[in-house]
């Protein structure tokens, strides 16, 4: 059992605020079939197969570097080919927008010393996008570490985990501090590790398993526990809350990073999709968390009538 899974086991035995109905589990895999394995970045308004192997990487590496906390009062959105655009289609396609405009934002030197200026430019919509510094400061750690220790190629760091995205995730996290995911729950150290895991399950989704994305033991990657998927999930009724955190969502009461209903929140949903892939598994052998996780997100990219809000927490990690 990975680190990822173990720490969730131990939240969910002991959680508190967070619950899953197994009949609602039970129903999500009756209704899970083979047209729902779809890649998310597929429904994007920028097709990143269009760029060259080494471009795609290193498009990948910085969306998934500065890809989260997009809430906000109004939400940060951006105009894209007269569209408008928000949440991470709105970060792919400020991304995509750079590169059509000739900034070089997927170059390591670049990046390492990019200015305020230049990513307010990049990042320019009809508000700042919350988290700002935070995000400069990732791009600036990005460029630098790609210069020192890996010629400035991100390539040449998937090389050295010798197509294995268990090994690729362990070199994530430790050559990029800001990629390094994980908390304390009840004394206990557990992790998450969503960005990192995203950008394997990215990586090896955009390349179709083959060249840079033919990574094996991908069926260890877990769900990328974010604000979205317990979205879906309560929604679909495999969630219920205390009436405390249901009051604080429902109420759009910001949640603290790392307080105990946070951090049972992000477990449940890597443990439930874990449950959910295994019985998948026996009707789909191909189907791993990375397709039920993308079809739960892209689930949560549908606005229903009576859809409850998702819990805003304020942080780099989703």
Known sequence: MNRVIESAKFIVENSQHVKINSKKVDEFVNYFNHSHIKHWIDESPFNLRKLNPK????????????SFSYWGDPKWKIQYHSKEVDGVYGMICAIARAIENNVPILDAKFLSEIKESELSKILEGNVQIPLFEERLNILREIGTTLLKKFGGDFTNLIKKANGDSQKLLSLIVENFPSFEDSSTYKGKRVYF???????????????????????KNINELTACADYKLPFVLRRLGIFSYSDYLADKIDNQ????????????????????????????????????????????????????????PYHLTRTTSY
């Open 193 to 215: 590790y969503k960005r990192a895991q995203l950008l394997i399950s990215d990586i090896v989704q955009s390349f179709d398993g083959h060249e840079f994305g033919r990574l």
């Open 55 to 66: 471009d795609r990487l290193h498009f990948l590496l910085v969306f998934n570097s500065i």
């Open 253 to 308: 009461e910001p949640i603290e990073k790392d307080s105990e209903e946070e951090i049972e929140l992000r477990a449940n949903t890597i443990w439930v999709v874990e449950l959910i892939k295994q019985k998948v598994k026996k009707k789909i052998a191909h189907a791993d968390s990375i397709h039920v996780n993308d079809h739960l997100w892209l689930l949560g990219q549908k606005k229903l009538k009576n859809d409850k």
